[in-house]
């Protein structure tokens, strides 16, 4: 399948090493697939071992010159890449479409969201500041100062593959380290422009490099290589314990955005509309597939006949579709994998006593219907586990201490989302969620300007933000003495 694109010297199918686009040293190759129809994007070098240390090697020489630079230079490469990005939104958003099957319009917002983060860091990279700490003995001073941890080591899913991939190499790169990169096979294209278009800001070689395809062989590398000082990851739990465990060989530093079971709360004095609409951006937005999904919908019983009058108009209005086509707002989930999960989760509901109710014509393929969830229990598989499809299991509940105890009764602690208007409720409710992100009257929460991440086993650390460079710098003291000779 041919992209109709712009500019096709974007579609890169080799892996960025040292600044040149090079083949895997065994010449092997894996498929990248549209996960609408099964047809073949591309054919794309798979990077093993060799190459990652190759890339290790080539980010930590750059990392030489790239540190050295001042925060002014290396924020203006940033926003040059910013600027190219947003130039070639269109075939960024025609590739991410292809590979990962979201409507046009969120494969387009999901770019400018990532590019935000590229100009934030752009930005913040120019604040690192330090501290001086009054002299605790005679003829010395005391400064604290900032500097890169060094190469760093970025891993990404396939549910946001350009803006996760984006929210990791721009704080990276603004703090001076320098970072070797392994997208999701399943969408390697998008990472592979975003290299092109940081080469074309002038970012030097070696400061990005991008590997992909054979992932264990990769993973090995990047978490066993003492070069490597730190870790950044972004999927699921179970990855994300692995990589965590393989880095501590080495002690590296990690952060960890991983897997979330949202609840999403609505009260008796709740707006039902604004519920309603808030619901169908946290459940829906890329076909169910984020992390902070409202995974279980907890209604209070004085509204729940009102609300679920209301939710079903909602979710019959969703259209199901490739997501080139005009109008679409569910596009199929990522591969057979991932939707015959989501069939077996519905299935395992239903066979528990849930009432599924779903479109007539159920679609085939990985395409699966907005679907809902009536007379649910806890004991179903989708209130334990992260559905990652359009699955919205509702659950009624009478008392603000049982919805609460409820909500928290997951080893994850993502986000969490409630809707009501008491202003006492929303103070006790919101400090007694044990979760990273909550959002109140709103189904948004993502925003380069918020802290991004979780408690729990939902990892470590925050993207974005005023905090987001933290994780990408090392603290060092600095005593001098003999100051009064
Ligand atoms: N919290 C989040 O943002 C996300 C959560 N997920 C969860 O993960 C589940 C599976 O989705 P996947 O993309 O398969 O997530 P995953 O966690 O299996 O993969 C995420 C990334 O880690 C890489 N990876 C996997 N094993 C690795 C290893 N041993 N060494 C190095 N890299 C490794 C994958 O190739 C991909 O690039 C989803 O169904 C969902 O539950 C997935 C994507 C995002
Ligand atoms: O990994 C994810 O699902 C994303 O972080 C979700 S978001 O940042 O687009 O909200």
Redesign the pocket.
Known sequence: MSLDLKDNTLLKTHALIDGQWVKSSDQTTFEVLNPSDGKIIANVYSSGTLETSNAINSAELALKSWRKLTAKQRSSLLMKWYDLIAENIEDLTQILTAEQGKPLAEARGEIKYGANYIKWFAEEAKRIYGDTIPHTLPGTRILVTKQPIGVVAC?????FPNA?LARKIAPALAAGNTVVC?????TPLSALALGELAHRAGIPAGVINIVCGK??E???E??SNPIVRKLT????T???K??TADSARTMKRTSM????NAPFIIFNDADVNDAIAGLMISKFRNAG???VCANRIFVQSGIYDQFVKAVKIAISKLKVGDGTEAGTQIGPL?NER?SK?VRALILDAHKKGADVLTAEESPTGNFIAPTLLLNTSDDMRVFKE?I?GPVAPIIKFETEEEVIRAANNTPVG?AAYFYARDIGLIWRVSEALDFGMVGVNTGTISDEMIPFGGMKE?GQGREGSRYGLDDYLEMKSLTIGGIDK
């Open positions: 891993i990404t899913p396939w549910n996760m392994k997208p999701a096979n399943e992932t264990t990769i993973g090995e990047l978490t990851f972004t999927g699921s179970a990855v994300g692995k990589l955005e991983l897997g979330g597939q984020t992390c990522i991932a999960n992260e990652f993502l939902s």
